[in-house]
């Protein structure tokens, strides 16, 4: 049974690549009807994408285990590619400029790519392990997971910012293109932004994965790795903020700690599950 949301989150991985080349193709071309297409297809990704994990959690209970699609890497993969759109899209309203697109929705098709056709990726529904079966486990994931898909879209305007900026300090001619980009002062509103709304749910993401923790392991810390590098992580980002708030610091810096940020976040995901070992290598 389970194999039916496992395909249609397959497809997914496809319809998030025909929304990140449509996103470039519409900002280095400056055609208007492509960022429009971008846009839809990005919808239509998120909309997929919102079916396929209802469709996990429901698979679930038929197979008789009944638990949200975000106990395991696969699931967290999604998950993530979900909020990352979902944080783009909600931003892209706000603001009307599709420029910004090119980085999340390919960030978001990496992780589906990674999630549907790497080797060795279990897709199948599991029964959880008794350490996650906890009320702390929705809740725990989705602040992590938002915090962390704001934090990427605020790492993608860095890197346009720092394009900018350097196109801009050249009088480079090829910097017609980045004519759609909002502009600097812009740029940089959107990463505060971006990494307030990240920090605040990273922060309650911290504090309930610590409450789940004293009632698996008996204990609200046990600095086990990706504790560590989640606290890490967030001290990082306070740094950032704290810089802005009292330090009045703005422009290439606030660039450069959103990219140092997002590294942090792609090691405490990726390099902790796969470098190190702890009480969640099953994350």
């Given amino acids: 049974m389970n194999m039916t949301s496992s395909l249609l989150l397959s497809v997914v991985t496809f319809i998030l690549l025909g929304a990140a080349l449509c996103y470039c193709g519409g900002w280095l071309f400056r055609r208007e009807l492509l960022g429009k297409i971008a846009t839809g297809i990005a919808w239509m990704g998120l909309i997929v994408l919102t079916v396929g994990l209802v469709l996990r959690w429901v698979e679930s209970y038929r197979l008789g285990i009944g638990h949200a699609p975000l106990s395991n890497f696969y699931e967290s993969l999604v998950f993530g590619a979900w909020s990352v759109v979902l944080v783009y899209l909600i931003m892209e309203i706000r603001y009307r400029s599709r420029a910004l697109g090119v980085f999340p929705l ?64 050249s009088n480079n001619p090829g910097s017609s293109v980045l004519r759609r980009v909002p502009n600097i002062k812009t740029l940089d509103e959107l990463i505060y932004q971006n990494v307030i709304f990240g920090f605040l749910l990273l922060s309650v993401g911290i504090i309930t994965g610590a409450v789940w923790a004293n009632s698996a392991w008996g204990t609200y810390w046990s600095w086990d790795p990706k504790e560590t590098w989640s606290l890490i992580t967030w001290l990082v980002y306070a740094l950032m903020l704290h810089s802005r708030l009292v330090r009045g610091w703005h422009g290439p810096r606030m660039a450069w700690l959103s990219i140092i940020g997002f590294a942090c976040v792609l090691f405490t995901y990726f390099g902790v599950n796969f470098l190190l070992s702890g009480l969640h290598s099953y994350a």
């Fill in 106 to 169: 390919a960030l978001a098709f990496l992780a589906m790519a990674y999630a549907s056709f790497s080797p060795g990726m279990e897709s199948q529904i599991q029964p959880l392990i008794p350490a996650l079966k906890s009320n702390w486990l929705i809740a725990h994931v989705i602040t992590c997971f938002l915090g962390y898909a704001a934090f990427a879209v605020a790492s993608g305007i860095g890197i346009l910012y720092l394009i900018k900026c350097r196109a801009s300090a």
